[in-house]
């Protein structure tokens, strides 16, 4: 398997130790039974010593984060509090419902069936490193991808150039992407001029001018034949459309004005 940063192909990459899950970036690196190992998560880390300690049947640990809390703390705010499980869970059902009105929002006012009646798309927030925090439930074979999409995209615009009312969009597959009818976008959100976190789209626009209309063909032999790729670009700029990107979107498909649609919502 294969993964690409900035368009080119890097053959190496790291696999956590216990669960198989491509690791992007820095992993957690623990010592066991005398090898150097590295995981995706303290939770991997503690599944993996039971593993290696119990031979039968085992309790999985509720491994709870123990975030840095003097280095994050602003030196004019209140120290916090240490997180507790009944927070973290209402924070956690806050912010999925969030999500779910994003789909539901995106359900309404779209143009393509693809999204009102065949749900191909999921919606999601993510913090300030790109990591995803919450995510609905609409398609679930989207949510594999969603850990790599911001962080790559980072890459080439990175988030202090970001500004308030931008919007990415990119939809190529060697930049962290799906595949290319898969449109990822993703909208930076502030408070008082911060930067708190992202909201986070993918979603199918049916034709991007392949080969074939739909942008699926059996004697597709490469990328170039399923149609456009878009390097991550930005189709707003505080809040005003970037005509030029608008433009090159609309003319190359066969169905304009649904793609307009669809790319609106």
Known sequence: MRFSE??????????CANCGMLVYGAGVEKPLQ??????????????????ATHDGFFRLPIVQPKPAIE???RPNRPRASPPDMVMMNILDSTMVSICREMGILLMKTSYSTIFNEGLDFTCALADT???MIACAEFCP???????LLIKTCAQEIPFETL???????????YRGGLHCPEHTFFKPFFVEGELIGFAVCIGHIAEIGGMVPGAFCGEATEIFHEGMRIPPVKIQKRGRDVEEVWKLLLANCRTPRQNYGDLRA
């Open 6 to 15: 900035n368009g080119f192909y890097i053959a190496k990459y790291v696999k």
């Open 34 to 51: 005398g090898k150097i190992q590295i995981y995706c998560s303290d939770w991997c880390v503690e599944w993996a010593r039971l593993r």
């Open 71 to 73: 280095a994050t703390a």
């Open 129 to 131: 490193k790109g990591d």
């Open 141 to 147: 074979t989207m949510i594999g991808g969603m850990p």
């Open 163 to 173: 500004e308030e009312g931008d919007i990415i969009l990119h939809n190529d597959p």
